[in-house]
Each structure stands twice: as C-alpha cells, then as structure tokens.
C-alpha cells in the first residue's frame, strides 16, 4: 500500500515538471553564430542579433513562385495577427545564396509590402549550409532548364519549413512552412509569449 | 487503491501537455475566391498565374502548352512533395481535361510557371495566356496581377 502511494507520487511528479518546463526546445542555435545579410546589404548576425525577441523564420528562394510564396505569405498572416509587434521578428532565409543576392531580395521584399520588422537573410554558400544544417533544411537542385536566351535557369527541391525561436534563440516550434494554418502558430507564439 | 494509481496515470498520460508539433493539415487556401490571378513579379525573375478552366467539349481535351508574351519562357507546373519529403515542382507536359470537368490551378498545386518577365508585373497589371488545347484550340486568358494573398 505504501509502495503504491509512492510510485502514484512518482508519477505525479513525473507528469508535472515534464510540463512546466514549457515548450519542448527542439534545437539551441544560441551557441550558432552565421555572418549574414540582409536585402538592404547591412551585416547581421544570426541568430544573435535577435536575442530578446520571438523569432519566425521561413526558408524560401525567390525563384519559387508557388510554395515559397506561400510560406512568406503565413509569415505575414501571422504578423498582421500580432498587428506587427516589435518583440517578434520575422525573417524569410534563402538557401539559394548563389541567385539570392541582397538586391534580389530586396526586390522580393518589396513585392510584399513588408515593414521593418520582416527581413530577408543571404549570406555565402559556406554560411547558408552551415546555417541550413543547423537548423535541418535541406535542399538539392532539382532540374536545370535551358531558357530561350540559351540561358540556364535550376529549381531545387526543398524542405517546406516555418520554425519559431524563442528570446533565447531557441527552436522551440516547427512546422510545414507552407499549409500550415496561420492560427496554428497564432495560438503557439500566443502561449509562450504572455 | 492500485485500480486508481493505473487510472490517474492513464489519464494523465492521455491527458499530455499539450504541445505536440502539428505537421501539414489540409488547408482550404482563402485564395480560392478569386481564381484567376497572377504573382507580382521583378524583371528578369519568375511569377507564377494560376486559373480555372472549364472543358465545355463533350469530349476529352488535352492542354499541350502555355505562352505568355509577358514571359520569356512559360511552362505549366506542378508543385509536389519528394519521395523524401522535400518540396519541389516539375513540368506538365500535357493535362488531360475530361468533357465539363473543370481544370484547377492554384497555389501549391498546378501553376502557370513565368520565367525570367520581360517587365515587371504589379498589382492593377494582368498576365496574357494563351493555352493551347489539342480540341478546343487556342484559349486566351488575361488574369490580373494580385498581392499578398
Ligand atoms: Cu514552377
């Protein structure tokens, strides 16, 4: 009978602190550090310069016109959400430096409409797959097509991916990045944040 | 008392905490209002437009390719997920579209592929399409450029 009240206070025990801790940290990038630019061309760190702030991040590349879009478009749904809150930033991060110049990238910014608290994050190949094996994005060109200019164009296959990093530049949510309802990431961001 | 101990644990087993990751759920798109329309575009860059189209034949007809004067090279697309996992899209050569079966293109499936505009694509500018069908013959479509949707 003793035994039996014990082992129940065990597993009261158990099952409380497994989930007081928070959410689950899946990957601690606070020890990473990437040399990057944005589409303004400015230096930034990542993810260390958005220490202190709830971080969402898509990976896309501008040559995507269907599902990259539509990850950069949840980023957004979500941002307007939060009617644009300073302590989340939202970042879209290509892993196709080689086309995605910070000038392309501004561009693409600029077909959005976006605010200041949306970057888009370039760096060298080295960096980006570092960057993008820390954080398990992979992508591999997919085909290369010969335009009519005899110039050759490549698609890649991707992982289709959104992540939030918490204040501490942990990964603490994953997702598909591109159907992914909006409101399952609302309502993540929502629980942590308050 | 032991009955109690497995019941309690049960539940508080089941019960979880809550955070499990959610992956990929159906998603009926908002985009679905509106069914023609294109991607604003940067010069030199890609765009995709995407349509709907009805076969009014009482027979089957085939759509074999796309032109876009607005494009220096136009393909339909579709968007698919890898054998691994990974997202990607390739090219459709040819669609079969049965008699009143209506062809669907929208975001994260079939897309008409832009690539490299000849000028920029805004919103309040349209796309021009032509498809080509081995029955029906030439379809010209105009879909207007739309943002953030
Ligand atoms: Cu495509």
Known sequence: ?194 | MKTSVVLLFTILLFSGCGDEPKKNPPQKSESDKIKNWARPGVQGQMSGAYFVYKNPLSSADTLISVYSPQAMMTQIHESYTTEDGLAGMREKKEIVVHSDETLVLKQGGLHVMLMNLKKDLSENDSVEVALEFTKAGTVKLKLPVKNNK
Do not use: W
Not at chain 1, 13 to 36: A, E
Not at chain 1, 69 to 86: A, C, G, H, R, Y
Not at chain 1, 109 to 124: M, P, R, Y
Not at chain 1, 166 to 180: L, P
């Open chain 1, 1 to 194: 009978m003793k035994s039996q009240f014990l082992s129940f206070i065990c597993i009261l025990f158990i099952f409380f602190t497994s989930c007081n801790t928070g959410p689950k940290v899946i990957d601690d990038l606070s020890d990473k550090s990437f040399n990057v630019i944005n589409q303004n061309g400015e230096s930034v760190t990542f993810p260390d310069d958005y220490q202190g702030k709830y971080v969402v991040v898509g990976f896309i590349y501008t040559n995507c016109p269907d599902i990259c879009p539509l990850v950069t478009q949840n980023l957004i749904k979500v941002q307007k959400e939060f009617n644009s809150p300073d302590d989340i930033q939202f970042l879209g991060i290509t892993f196709d430096p080689k086309r995605d110049t910070p000038e392309v990238l501004k561009n693409y910014k600029g077909l959005f409409n976006l605010d200041d608290n949306f970057d888009f994050l370039t760096a060298d190949s080295t960096t980006i797959s570092e960057l993008m094996d820390s954080v398990r994005v992979r992508s591999q060109v997919s085909f290369t097509q010969v335009r009519e200019d005899d110039k050759e164009v490549y698609f890649m296959n991707h992982s289709d991916k959104i992540m939030v990093l918490d204040k501490k530049s942990r990964v603490i949510f994953e997702y598909g990045g591109s159907m992914t309802p909006v409101n399952y990431i609302v309502e993540d961001l929502k629980t942590v944040r308050k």
